[in-house]
């Protein structure tokens, strides 16, 4: 028997979350963001849940190829664009769009010899100040591309810092719309503004083209002011495992490395297998939720790297082999959202959903 540990991706909440994304724009085209191999999903686990989409977003040539393995024939956008002059040959033989967002790749561009024909996003620096071209610069680049015989098409993109929250006062957005607006008001061009949390919450902003990424995946971009039940999204991966161990405690007796929980009173835990070497982080804190048998209890004690331990003393029929659920769903349907458990961590969703490790089996369900 391999280790009871195991991930599970729920197809039905995919397309649950994907469908949610096209009630909230309904006159939007939306590209799934897939990057870092589907927020750790797997790409090819989710694909064909998510292949009703309008297109594929990701930063990897070799996760865009993967893409194209499975069948698909339509939109891929590379997020980062192009990392150096040869990718252009990958995009041209993969019909892959990507942005320009740096003097670098608008040289390469300029200089590649084919008769080739791409579609551009143009990327504003907003006001994030990660990628692509201030406002000043923005129209100059523009009107160049416009003039360059290997593109096809551009749209205007940038990306929201602060669409989660309501910083700087002015709903978290305001203060890039202005100056994108600003910019590119009267110049042709299809737009694509919103990630997930701009797609929840500035729903009317409805541009041509979203890219859902976290949403799908059934976390919610601005939690803890709103929960996955306030969006009505539905967690798509559960980390599963079992409990592989009982312990009856007296008060005063400790538990794991560094004897950092010490029982109150005489109590039951339970050990699980699943420890930070399968992706739950080390810092997560005493306290933090876990499903047993589809009830709520937490974890006590330090995470160790394949084990971690369980507070059974309101669980009934705990026994070796009852179900627990680090996070997602229960076969019995009881949630447990990622976002929960990231907080215990200190983290987001995202990036526990993208630290499942090599040695968890993943497996599908419908
Ligand atoms: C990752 C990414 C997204 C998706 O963001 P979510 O918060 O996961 O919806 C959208 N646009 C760009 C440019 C990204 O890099």
Known sequence: MPRPIQAVIHHDALKHNLSIVRQNVPGSKVFAV????????????????????DGFALLD?????????????????????????????????????FTIHS????????EYQSPAQFNIFL??????????????????????LNRFKNVRSITHMMH??????????QDGIEHQLIAFDHTTQDLPGKRSLSNSAAILRHSTLDT???????LLYGSSPDYPTHSIQDWDLKPTMSLRSELIAIQNLKKNDTVGYGSKFTAETAMTIGIVACGYADGYQRITATGTPVLVNGQRTHIVGRVSMDMLAVDLS?????EIGS????????????????????????????ELMCSVTQRVSFKIEA
């Open 61 to 97: 040539i070799d996760e865009a190829k993967r893409i194209r393995a499975l069948g698909w024939h339509g939109a891929i956008l590379l997020l980062e664009g192009i990392f150096s002059a040869q990718d252009l040959y990958d995009c041209e033989q993969y019909q892959l769009n």
């Open 123 to 144: 990327k504003m620096n907003s006001g994030m100040n990660r990628l692509g071209f201030t406002p000043e610069r923005y129209r100059q680049v523009w009107e160049q």
């Open 314 to 318: 309101n669980i009934l029929h705990a």
């Open 208 to 214: 041509d083209i979203v890219r859902a990424g976290i």
């Open 160 to 169: 929201f810092s602060d669409a989660d929250g309501d910083r700087l006062g």
């Open 323 to 350: 179900e627990v659920v680090l996070w997602g769903q229960a076969q019995t349907g009881e949630i447990l959202p990622i976002d929960e458990v990231a907080a215990g961590s200190g983290t987001i969703g995202y």
């Open 103 to 110: 003097e670098a790749q608008l040289q390469w561009l300029q």
């Open 34 to 53: 897939v990057k870092a191999n589907a927020y750790g999903h797997g790409i090819e686990r989710v694909y064909d849940a998510l292949k009703s989409a």
